[in-house]
C-alpha cells in the first residue's frame, strides 16, 4: 500500500508539472499592452462622418454645372462623460453634413457637434447613449519621458478600434500643417497613425490616454504627432463650461496641478458675492469632489456641474490644508440683460448699448468682457482683453482675419482690456506708439497670438467718436 501512495504521489506531481508551463505561459501572455487596450478600449469611439462636395464642370464648357456627391470620411473620439459627451479634433467634424458614433460593443448614435476650438484643433460631440458610457482614464502629460512605450488606437482606414504600439520619439514639437492650422508642443510617436486615427487617444501602458492623435508627417516612415493631453484637458473645460452649454455660473477661478506625483483642482479665486465665494471657497483649496464625482481637473469640475438647475446645492467637498471640509454650492443663473457680476466674469456683448453700436460700424466687430475661463487661457504676459462675439461680414474687421471668438488683446499698439480703451484708441489714431503698430491689431486664438491690420481712417474713427 505504502509503494502504490508513493506511486500515485509521483504520478500526480509528474501531472502537475506538465501543466504548470502552460498555466504560467498564459499568464505570460496578458502583457501591459493587452492589459492598457482591455482598459481602455471601451471607451474608444469610432466616427464616420458624410458630407456634401460641390463639383463643378470645366470653366471652358459653354454651359458649366454644378454637380454634388457625398463624401465619407471618418476618425475617432474619446468618451470624456458618461453621458455620451465626446471629444475629437475639429477637422473630423468641420463642415460635415451627418456624424455616426459607434461604440465599443459596435452600437451606433447619430451625434451633433456641441462647441469647438478650431485653433487647437479639438471639438466636442454629443451623443444621446442609451446606458452609462464608460470614461476614458486620463493621465498626465506633464511626467512623459522620451523611449515611454505608447499605444495608439483609433479607426484607421475605417478599420474599427485599431491599435498600433510605439514609443515617444520627441516632446514639445511644434508642426504647421498647413496655411490655415499650426499646433505647438505636440507629442511625436512612432506609433503607426493612419486617416481616421484622427482623435484618438495615444495610451500610456497603464491604459491612460496622455494625447489625442492630430496628424502624420506626410511622406515619413512612423512620425505621427499628438496633442498632449494636459492641454486637451484645459481646452475641453472651456468647451464643456456651464456658462455655455447651460446659461449657469459658478465663478471659481481655479488652475491644474499636474505633474508626475500629484493632479488636483485648485482654487486660485472667486468672484466676490459668486456662487462659489457663498459656498465658502477660498484660494488655496483643493477640491476633492462635487456630490460623488471626484475632481481631478477643471474638466471634471465643469462636467460634475453640467446639467444641475441654478438654485440645486451640491456638496463639494475640499482640502484646506490638513482639514477635509464640505460645502454648499449652488449655481445662479447667467443673467440677460446687465448683470450684477462683476464684467470678467460674464462673457457677453451689450448689443444694445453705444459702445456695442460704435465698435460694429468703426471696425466692424462686437465686444465682450471675456468669461473667467477663458481669461485662464490669456498667456501671462497679456493683462486681459474683450472677446469678439460677432464680425460683420463686409467690414475691415471680417476681411483682415478677425473671427468670433478671438480675444482682442491689443489695437495700435495699446492695450484692450476694457471698452473705454477702446474708445480712447478710436478717438486718438494718431497716437499709435510706433509707426509699424498703426492699424495693427493682436488676438488670441485657441493657444496662438495672432496679429493683422484694420485700416481705418482717421475721419472714420473722429466721427464715430462724436456719436457718444
Not at 504548470?20 to 478600449?41: D, F, S, Y
Not at 499646433?183 to 487617444?201: E, H, K, M, V, W
Not at 440645486?312 to 471640509?325: L, N, Q, S, W, Y
Request: proline fraction near 5%; include cysteine; aromatic fraction near 4%.
Amino acid at each position: 500500500m505504502k509503494h502504490r501512495s508513493l506511486a500515485l504521489g509521483i504520478c500526480a506531481a509528474v501531472l502537475l508539472s506538465c501543466f504548470a508551463p502552460a498555466a504560467r505561459a498564459e499568464n505570460l501572455r496578458e502583457t501591459p499592452v493587452v492589459r492598457a487596450i482591455k482598459r481602455a478600449e471601451k471607451s474608444v469611439v469610432n466616427i464616420h462622418t458624410e458630407k456634401t462636395a460641390v463639383e463643378r464642370d470645366s470653366v471652358f464648357s459653354a454651359t458649366p454645372t454644378t454637380k454634388s456627391r457625398k463624401v465619407n470620411g471618418m476618425g475617432t473620439g474619446v468618451v470624456i462623460d458618461e453621458r455620451g459627451y465626446i471629444v475629437t479634433n475639429f477637422h473630423v467634424v468641420n463642415e460635415v453634413d451627418q456624424i455616426r458614433a459607434v461604440l465599443h460593443d459596435g452600437s451606433g448614435y447619430n451625434a451633433t457637434v456641441v462647441r469647438y476650438d478650431r485653433a487647437s484643433d479639438l471639438a466636442l460631440i454629443k451623443i444621446e447613449p442609451t446606458r452609462p458610457l464608460q470614461v476614458m482614464p486620463h493621465g498626465t502629460s506633464s511626467d512623459l519621458m522620451l523611449g515611454e512605450s505608447v499605444i495608439a488606437v483609433g479607426n484607421a482606414y475605417g478599420y474599427n478600434s485599431t491599435a498600433t504600439l510605439g514609443i515617444i520619439s520627441a516632446l514639445g514639437r511644434d508642426v504647421e500643417a498647413n496655411e490655415t492650422q499650426s499646433y505647438r508642443n505636440l507629442i511625436q510617436t512612432d506609433a503607426s497613425i493612419n486617416p481616421g486615427n484622427s482623435g484618438g487617444p495615444l495610451l500610456n501602458l497603464n491604459g491612460e490616454v496622455v494625447g489625442i492623435n492630430v496628424a502624420i508627417r506626410a511622406g515619413a516612415q512612423r512620425i505621427g504627432f499628438a496633442i498632449p493631453i494636459d492641454d486637451v484637458r484645459k481646452t475641453v473645460a472651456q468647451l464643456m463650461s456651464t456658462e455655455h452649454l447651460d446659461h449657469t455660473f459658478h465663478g471659481l477661478s481655479s488652475r491644474d496641478v499636474k505633474t508626475a506625483a500629484t493632479r488636483m483642482l485648485v482654487v486660485d479665486n472667486t468672484l466676490p458675492e459668486s456662487p462659489a465665494a457663498k459656498a465658502g471657497l477660498k484660494p488655496g483649496d483643493v477640491v476633492l469632489k462635487v456630490d460623488d464625482t471626484e475632481i481631478v481637473d477643471s474638466v471634471d469640475w465643469e462636467r460634475s456641474l453640467l446639467g444641475r438647475p441654478a438654485g440645486a446645492p451640491v456638496t463639494v467637498t475640499i482640502r484646506r490644508g490638513e482639514a477635509i471640509e464640505s460645502l454648499q454650492l449652488a449655481l445662479a443663473p447667467l443673467q440677460t440683460g446687465r448683470s450684477r457680476l462683476p464684467n470678467e466674469f460674464v462673457a457677453r456683448a451689450n448689443n444694445d448699448s453705444p459702445d456695442s453700436d460704435r465698435f460694429w460700424k468703426t471696425l466692424g466687430v462686437r465686444l465682450a468682457p471675456v468669461s473667467a475661463d477663458r481669461a485662464r487661457m490669456i498667456p501671462s504676459h497679456y493683462k486681459g482683453g474683450l472677446l469678439v462675439t460677432d464680425v460683420r461680414p463686409d467690414s475691415s474687421a471680417a476681411k483682415n482675419g478677425i473671427r468670433k471668438d478671438d480675444i482682442l488683446v491689443g489695437l495700435w499698439g495699446f492695450e484692450t482690456l476694457k471698452f473705454d480703451d477702446v474708445n480712447w484708441i478710436l478717438a486718438h489714431p494718431e497716437q499709435a506708439n510706433a509707426p509699424e503698430e498703426k492699424d495693427r491689431y493682436y488676438v488670441i486664438r485657441g493657444q496662438a497670438t495672432l496679429y493683422g491690420r484694420i485700416q481705418l481712417t482717421v475721419a472714420d474713427a473722429n466721427n464715430n467718436s462724436a456719436t457718444k
